[in-house]
Nanobody, 124 residues
């Protein structure tokens, strides 16, 4: 079992930055691949970024590539999402998720555990 708690969301002006954190409980955090997803009002949840268990492989949605960076600290059982050059269209609830299998990183249905989300609002 893994429990995930996101933090770091908030209100920021366009062009600004935020760093989201996702703290995990459980002894096997380092064996899970981790992902960030987001859901804007009236839209489906979408993939943002993912990282494999060791941190050596990362994946990004085209819409955030070059602006966002995912990283993890297995000793702290935490995964991060550094978000730079934020745009109003990045406004959403951001969710952290964990998965056992190191495949299908972009598929939210393949993730086993989810956090409750943190709100990110980018004003124009």
């Amino acid at each position: 079992q893994v429990q995930l708690v996101e933090s770091g969301g908030g209100l920021v002006q366009a062009g600004g930055s935020l760093r989201l954190s996702c703290a995990a409980s459980g002894r096997t955090f380092s064996s899970y691949a981790m992902g960030w997803f987001r859901q804007a009002p009236g839209k489906e949840r979408e993939f943002v970024a993912a990282i494999n268990w060791g941190g050596g492989l990362t994946y990004y949605a085209d819409s955030v590539k070059g602006r966002f960076a995912i990283s993890r600290d297995n000793a702290k059982k935490t995964v991060y999402l550094q978000m730079n050059s934020l745009k109003p269209e990045d406004t959403a609830v951001y969710y952290c998720a964990a998965k056992v299998e190191s495949i299908s990183y972009r598929d939210d249905a393949s993730y086993n555990y989810w956090g409750r989300g943190t709100q990110v609002t980018v004003s124009s």
